[in-house]
T-cell receptor, first 116, second 110 residues
């Protein structure tokens, strides 16, 4: 149980276009979803936290107009990278927590974004 | 603020034990975690430990927590080549938000 999927797994786009990444909890209801970005030196950075039906909370330094997060249902959150630039190329990972009461996050497989 | 630190790299021979260390600064951590990331993949939760425990064992994995020193370790017994990956420790306090260490790359030599 506790499977989180992401789609697409890999995307290449042109500079200036927008890209949407989906994160789904397949077998549980995710009250909270998180979006991380992984930089080349392997460290993970939390970008934002989203709770179903409310606006996402962005970490300091993350542009909320550039990284649009929507958590419309208990099983789906989307991250849209608007007007992507090469410096946005990265590995984006989502995670979700359910209602089990344990502070355990279940991670998606990640999406590799390459902006040309 | 929270700070979680790990050494960057560890190399062991197949069959030996691996010990990956992690230190953290926030004494109000409620849970501490170990995640594994294989090349090109997302993070996989290996194990977690409550902050009121000092040891947890799960098959080849042993987690030791020294709360006084704010030191967490992951021991992998009989390390195999399939254990080669990046290992992240993480802590959480209230609200489920995780703070990750920088990751330790484990290389297992045949």
């Amino acid at each position: 149980g506790a499977v989180v999927s992401q789609h697409p797994s890999r995307v290449i786009c042109k500079s200036g276009t927008s890209v949407k990444i989906e994160c789904r909890s397949l077998d549980f209801q995710a009250t909270t979803m998180f979006w991380y970005r992984q930089f080349p030196k392997q460290s993970l950075m939390l970008m934002a936290t989203s709770n179903e039906g409310s606006k996402a909370t962005y970490e300091q330094g993350v542009e909320k107009d550039k990284f649009l997060i929507n958590h419309a249902s208990l099983t789906l959150s989307t991250l849209t990278v608007t007007s992507a630039h090469p410096e946005d190329s990265s590995f984006y990972i989502c995670s979700a927590t359910g209602t089990s009461g344990v502070d355990t996050q279940y991670f998606g497989p990640g999406t590799r974004l390459t902006v040309l | 603020g929270e700070d979680v630190e790990q050494s960057l790299f560890l190399s062991v021979r197949e069959g030996d034990s691996s010990v990956i260390n992690c230190t953290y600064t926030d004494s109000s951590s409620t849970y501490l975690y170990w995640y594994k990331q294989e090349p090109g993949a997302g993070l996989q939760l290996l194990t977690y430990i409550f902050s009121n425990m000092d040891m947890k064992q799960d098959q080849r994995l042993t987690v030791l927590l020294n709360k006084k020193d704010k030191h967490l370790s992951l021991r992998i017994a009989d390390t195999q080549t399939g254990d080669s990956a990046i290992y992240f420790c993480a802590e959480s306090i209230a609200g489920n938000m995780l703070t990750f260490g920088g990751g330790t790359r484990l290389m297992v030599k045949p």
